[in-house]
């Protein structure tokens, strides 16, 4: 199962329905548990440091942290499809969604990748979404099934 890690309050009712869609149909390894964890009431640096530090509180050592950050390395789906199928056989798989000021340095370099979306900036309600669509795209490009065209 793989592990979402995010700051924010729970799914609004637009992204929980669309998150839902996607994720009944997830199966091992592409099933998510959902962490969500709130924002700071602090901005700037200090909310990124204290959201940072509660973020690294919830991965373990053993963890393969994809962190989800808008200067990061683009994949294709199926290159992240083979990079979940290759790593949650090995280990656990989190993905990190940082909080509106970003993540700290030090969890930035804990990151085993740092993976953009696009080169555009994304709400966080709706970065979630994508990455519960792309699951279920990587899901079905490791069983070949049509939904993602080649």
Do not use: C
């Not at 900036?121 to 065209?149: G, K, M, T, W």
């Amino acid at each position: 199962m793989l592990r979402v890690i995010a700051i924010g309050k729970k799914h609004e009712s637009w992204v929980h329905d669309g998150i839902e869609r996607y994720q009944k149909r997830l199966k091992n390894p592409f099933a998510i548990e959902w962490i969500l964890l709130p924002h700071s009431s602090r901005e700037g640096v200090r909310a990124r440091q204290e959201e940072s530090e509660r973020i690294a509180k919830r991965v373990s050592s053993d963890d393969f942290v994809i962190l989800l950050d808008e200067i990061g390395n683009h994949l294709t789906s199926p290159a992240l499809s083979n990079l979940i199928l290759e790593r949650s056989a090995l280990v656990q798989v989190t993905f990190v969604i940082g909080g509106a000021y970003g993540v700290s340095d030090a969890l930035k370099n804990r990151a085993d990748f740092v993976w953009s979306l696009s080169s555009l900036v994304f709400p966080h309600q709706l970065v979630r979404l994508i990455l519960a669509e792309q699951l279920y795209r990587s899901q079905s490009i490791a069983d070949n099934h049509p939904y993602h065209h080649a």
